[in-house]
Structure formats: C-alpha cells, structure tokens
C-alpha cells in the first residue's frame, strides 16, 4: 500500500508590482465622454474624458459569461442614472448614492477591436439641475425607464463615476460609455 505525502503549500513572495487588484488584472476597462452640445449651433464642447469604477458585480458577468452561464441579460447596459450625490464610489456599490433622473442607452456599436462605446442622450429640456455621479445601469428584464420616478434604483449598477456639473436648459448632453477588454 502506498502512502501519499502531504506536501506543504508553497510560499510565493508577492512583489510590489504584482499587487494589482481583480479589476486592473481583469482587463476590462471603462471609460466616460460628456459632451455638451449647444441646441442651436450643435456645436459640441467635452465636459469630461474619465475613466470609471466598474463594479464588482459586473466582473461577475464577465467571468459567469466565459464559465458558459448565460448572463448577458444581467450586465446588458440599459440605462444611465443621474445622481446628486457626492460621496467617493466603491466596487461594491449597488446605487448610486442619490438617483434623480435616467434615460435608456440610444445607441451601441463597436468601435474598435475589444471596444464598445454606449450612448446616452439628455436633451435640453427633459432634464436640469445638479449633477454630482452618473451610473451605467444593466439588466434587461428589470432596468426600468424613469417614468416619474418609479425607475430609479432599478436595474444593475455596471459602473459609477463622479462628474460635478449643473445642466441647464440651454444645453443638451451626450454621454458616451467606452467599455475595452484587453
């Protein structure tokens, strides 16, 4: 009879350079465009080129979507959320910290090898007011239009970024989501 020795784990000493966190090791970045555009001459100005805190959650579809677990429909970008609130984003965030308005995503399409860009549209009177984080919300089934209220908090929080700015009524906004896997 043969006995199996237990070997001990084998301790790797972690260099500095190697203490990245999931997200910079996964690959998958995202990246927030706001132009302002003027209703008359459409000329159109960028507020803000930033990258954004793409949520743990999302990183979960990434890898349930290559396990062979069909969750498209959970990280499906649907919507972009508005919010007033200030307060720094963390990977775990499930809201955003104060949802005043949402409108869904217009348009998709690839613009590059490993990129997607979304999106999103404010005209100049459907929304004005203060703007302290904006939120890319997914999930197909369950992330709803505005409506007077009854959307907000509904759906996934795919990402969050804070942007301070006050949009009036003699300006339209749109906001681009640039999602690259690498």
Known sequence: MYR?????????????RDKMNF??????????????IDPVTKKRTLKLDKPNLIMNR??????????GNNVAA??????LGIGDDNTAPTSTDSDLGNETYRVPVISQSITGTGELTSEFYI??????????????FGGYFFSEDWNGGTGADTGNLLARILYSDTKTTNEELLIQRVDTFS
């Open 4 to 16: 199996i020795k237990r070997s001990r784990p084998i301790k790797r000493r972690v260099k500095k």
């Open 23 to 36: 997200n910079e090791k996964h690959g998958h970045t995202g990246r927030i465009l706001v132009w302002s």
């Open 58 to 67: 999302t990183f979960g579809y990434d890898y349930e979507y290559l396990r």
């Open 123 to 136: 005209t100049a009177t459907e929304f004005s007011g203060t703007i302290e984080e904006l939120g890319i």
């Open 74 to 79: 959970n990280g499906q970008i649907m919507h």
